[in-house]
């Protein structure tokens, strides 16, 4: 009896254990059916806007002096001091100007000569007391990069106090003094101030290297005066004052469509005194008077309005100016009564951009050697009104809109604050009939909130005005960021691409960041750099991936079975996507993101169009999400281009923490 009991035991219980396998795989895989995407080609109606992919641009984290304005030296005019980057006029502090030394502190000696100046805006000079051989010491922005066959052009002024002709001798000398890469006997500095010029050429045949400093030798024993010393390497595309090549080239490898300059908080200045004036940036270098960014050390404006706009130009793009709007970072504000003043200069600047040269700032542009006028579509007034709690914006905004409209109304005018703020602050301040083109929005997120936010667009009011996102990062890792930022940003862009016919353009911020200690003011940035090298992390290889394949219309992507990721209570989707077709050619882009630590094996089909079997397929993928590229290891993580199979209906298989861009 007891035997057969435990036989039917048995019996029951190999039965269940068959239902439950039966019932565990049906029910993962009604879990795990295929994730699928439908792009419904013929439909594609909805432009993609031809500005959606730009650059934006401040001076920050040491992004033009010591970064892409290729100028070496550092501190060329001796306004700033050692101890503060506060300019040193007036106040001598006992730190001495920022990035000069002496090698002979025995038998000479710096000091600043107030009073003792070039012209207007360098009325500071530093007089250098020497004996024969007593060397005064630059060491550039971290290190001076010298290259084999590098060619240098330099310049300085100066004056002696003999009356016989002083001479000096400039050179590169690396840190340790042991190897003269380049030097010139600069003759003939006599009483008076005049500029000399120099040329140091490097030979073919040494290593490449930083750890380099520029010297001035007094040739004989006296004191020598010096101003605005200057030295750049070959500048890209040749340029006078020009830019650094490598990181031009990797702006043209995002395919910016605009740069938007200057700023960000540079636009707006610490104070008044500070602000972006641009009428003070154009004209001879030499004659700039220079001013503090508001991230805390000088700009010589070297890199002044014409440098940005052949920025732009350089790398194919064109400019969105921010013009300065009565607004300071400290809260000073201007009321609309008071602001004609800055109106005007917005149109002067304006007209310095686009106006014929029969006008007083297009003939000044072409003066400094651009006749033609630059295309422009953008301007925006201000830069993040919505922290002015005065409600002043409306009334501000309204005078350069109608000022500017009046003018030229075909430009479109981005306001700083949404429409609902604006409202609120209008209704506050008794401002009405206010216009509305673009508004400008900023989002600095986690990768998970960029997740969350990657269907924000799909819901805008399509009547209402255009979105530009002026400011986006997911900010993971620094000094710049990496996988899994880029993920999230990919995320986003695909939400903004999808919703392009409103979202008219966007750029990533910070674009730059200098990697040396100390130089960085805002972590998680695009581009890395020092003296001598430059990497990208991967956001910049997922926009360059972005903005180098997208078309002229929007397709609509259908997508079913899209599997979650989970984050705390909430479950978002591990696949992000967006698909453009090229009316041309017939191209069409797909781009899929792929959040999850697991691979993900898709089904594309394509409706309405006949795709042939070959397509090419980029992918941006690590093992890690905080895996990171760095100046050592600048490209651990890269695109990898390989061939897909594709037709109407194919598999496509998204690698662990990836980004697919599929070209059809
Ligand atoms: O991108 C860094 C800063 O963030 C910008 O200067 C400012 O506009 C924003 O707050």
Known sequence: MQEIKSKNLLEIMKALKTTITLVALLMISSVMAQPKLTLKVDKAEKEVSPTLYGLMTEE?????????????????????????????????????????????????????????????????????????????????????????????????????????????????????????????????????????????????????????KFHITACQSGKYWLSRVTLFPETFKGRKNGLRKDLMQMMCEMHPKFLRFPGGNYLEGNDFRNRFDWKRTIGDPDERVGHMSPWGYRSSDGMGLLEFLLWAEDVGAEPLLGVFAGYTLNGDYITADY????????????????????????????????????????????????????????????????????????????????????????????????KLDVIDEHYYRNTESMYRAANQYDSYDRKGPKIFCGEWASREGKPTTNMNAALGDAAWMACMERNSDIVVAHCYAPLFVNVNPGAMQWE?????????????????????????????????????????????????????????????????????????????????????????????????????????????????????????????????TLAPYSITVLVM
């Open 60 to 212: 920050i984290n040491y992004s033009y002096e010591g970064g892409l304005y290729a100028q070496l030296i550092g501190n060329s005019s001796f306004k700033e001091d050692r101890n503060g980057a506060r300019q040193a006029w007036g106040r001598w502090k006992p730190g001495g100007p920022k990035y000069w030394n002496v090698t002979d502190t025995i038998n000479s000696h710096i000091s600043l000569a107030m009073n003792d100046g070039i012209n207007r805006a360098n009325p500071v000079s530093l007089c250098f007391e020497a004996k024969v051989g007593s060397t005064l010491t630059n060491d550039g922005f971290w290190g001076i990069p010298v290259k084999p066959n590098e060619h240098f052009e330099g310049a300085f002024f100066a004056k002696g106090n003999s009356d016989a002709p002083m001479s000096v001798i400039v050179s590169l000398v690396s840190t340790d003094g042991k190897t003269v890469y380049a030097k010139q006997e600069v003759k003939n500095i006599d009483k008076s101030w005049s500029k000399h010029s120099f040329i140091l050429d490097i030979p073919g045949e040494i290593k490449a290297t930083k750890d380099v």
């Open 339 to 434: 602001l004609d003043g800055f109106v005007n200069d917005a149109l002067d600047e304006i007209e310095y951009i686009i106006g014929g040269v029969d006008t007083k700032w297009g003939a000044q542009r072409a003066k400094d050697g651009h006749p033609e006028p630059f295309s422009l579509r953008y301007v925006e007034i201000g830069n993040e009104d919505f922290f002015d709690r005065s409600n002043s914006y409306p009334g501000r905004y309204k005078k350069f809109y109608e000022a500017i409209k009046a003018k030229y109304p075909n430009l479109q005018i981005v306001s700083t604050i949404d429409a609902k703020m604006m409202a609120d602050q209008a209704e506050k301040s008794g401002v009405k009939d206010i």
């Open 524 to 652: 998680s940035d695009l581009i890395g750099y020092d003296a001598i090298s430059a990497y990208g992390s991967p956001s910049y290889y997922a926009q360059c991936m972005f903005a180098g394949n997208v078309g002229d219309k929007i397709v609509p992507v259908e997508a079913s079975d899209i599997p979650t990721l989970t984050f705390g209570k909430d479950k978002l989707p591990q696949i992000y996507y967006s698909a453009t077709k090229d009316s041309k050619n017939g191209k069409i882009y797909l781009k899929v993101v792929n959040g999850g630590s697991t691979k993900s094996d898709i089904i594309v089909n394509v409706d309405g169009a006949k795709v042939k079997s070959k397509g090419i397929k980029s992918v941006l993928s690590s093992e890690k999400p905080e895996d990171t590229n760095s100046i050592d290891n600048p490209k651990k993580i890269v695109p990898i281009v390989s061939k897909q199979k594709v037709g109407n209906k194919f598999n496509l």
